[in-house]
């Protein structure tokens, strides 16, 4: 059974338990909750409250705090005891990670506690060990031992817990067992939950994060339905770690925590910005607001739950044309209709730029492939690499057909249907397709589908219109379309990412032509398009940086330092490199990093390849250099 949320087909919040955070109680009926986190050191109580006070009046339901150790644990006495002077009553959360003395003093004193079971009572070495049955079931009683004092006194001081498995910190022993997968991060949470449960203590929160949305994504949807097998309900806090800043991370957490949202899991969110922490309300609270009203989206048919895996990634089976379908990467579609001249200005910001001394065009990594121009005349001699798409009732009275192509309706299809071109057939979600009609389409092997939707809940209505496609064995590639109407630039990049995220990380897609005349510019939309399918992994066209939102753990100024390194390395196309502000979110959290920055002590940092460390406490002031010269030994760099 493929099972993990309520329906496929119409939008239904999964229904869990309700758990109390001080007096801001979620899941069950309740708003969906944001929260971020402190970026100050813990001790420094002024900042802290301070910041926490700006996280707050943001909006934010939530303020979580680090407490590495058992100071900072006693530190959060007074920081509650400052910010409730204040007249701030919002909940606080203690962050701990391998530190149990830590977890058991904040337990009585905060409303939730967060542990990483990776990180608080395992082994993690990242050695993979022989374990016997025997030898592993002896460490679960281990850990059993280990965690129960922290159970017991959260339920005595009615104090919440969130059980936050992340990807890159699982122990040797959940790696011997289940792998580095999305399967492992499941397990070893609901390992110290079935302990949790063993002491009658129920009012926990989970997470399975991951900086790679689709094992965020796939985690998630197994935990769900593994719960549902053992007749669990507990509410979910969402997020995708290390999420980066500025258009990148707003783009790769939208795609992460809307993709599940939109299926009605998770009942509290938090985007990870490398920003200061405020920054990261308003995002969360954009996201949030999509589901205000979304249950009273348009009908949309039922569909066979069997049509797609939900736990691994599968790209949908397509034929090839041109450079659309099979194995290529997904393209991008620009639209240029709405311009009264197309002309080489226009095409820059396509990506194209023409170079007078040489005649000839130089094309940049974010360059379209193909571009609409509707009923518009060219006034441009285009580059031989760009493909054009013309209203058919244009295209089929025009002369030059050379590298441009038509876009009719399924009307217009039927009446012209004598010529050969690669068409673009535009449909809706909606459109009554007969069988005559399919099998004409799928016997065709001039069509890419362009697919439209008007239904508020357009990702599953979309969704649900490619697996009928699959049911029927229309193998046809397909263009993901959506019409905006956003006026505000960050909203629609928002519902942009999420729309065509969700589809994405399922393997469903062979193109985007995201349109919106009503903000930004054409470059915006373009750079959109490529942010979101290298978010989703389907198409990288740049380096991939890994970055932490910053805590109070981090040793170095994260922000400047974040922007150094991308500044010397943001020309490594496919590279990913990660960079880390502490031990904690060092070798773990990168997960699969080709290459680490890791704070390792006051302006002391670690240079890491893979999960290995090859240089340690390097002076900050030397250490980006360091890092080049270490990706340069290993082949990977190349001049800008």
Known sequence: MNQYCKSLNKYQRFKSREVYIGNIPLGYNHPIRTQSMTTTNTMDIKSTVEQSIRIANEGSDYVRITAPSVKEAKALKEIKKCLRGKGYKIPLIADIHFTP?????????????????????????????????????????RIYDRFSPLVKICKENGTAMRIGTNHGSLSDRIMNRYGDTPLGMVESALEFLRICEDHNYYNIVLSMKSSNPIIMVQAYRLLVNKMMKENMFYPLHLGVTEAGEGMEGRIKSSVGIGSLLEDGLGDTIRVSLTEDPEFEIPIAKKIVSRYDDRHNHKKINNLNDNTLNPFTYSKRKTFKILNIGEDNVPVVITDLSGFDKIDSELLELCGFSYLNKIDKWSLSDFASDYIYIGKNDLDVELPLQLKVIRDFEIWKDSKDRKNIYPKMNIQQYLRNSNFESLIFLEINSNDKLTSDIINLIKNDERIVLILKTNNLHGMVDQRNFICKLINNKVKNPVILSRNYDNSDLEKFQIDASIDFGGLLIDGLGDGLFVRNSRVGSVKDINDLSYEILQSTRTRITKTDFISCPSCGRTQFDLMTTTAMVREKTSHLKGLKIAIMGCIVNGPGEMADADYGYVGTGLEKISLYKGHDVIKRGIPSENSVEELINLIKKYGDWVEP
């Open 101 to 141: 003395k830590a977890a058991l003093e904040a337990a009585q004193i905060v409303e939730k506690v967060r542990i990483n079971p990776g990180n608080y009572a395992d082994n993690k070495k990242f050695k993979v060990f022989e374990f016997t049955d025997d030898e592993y079931e002896n460490e679960l009683q």
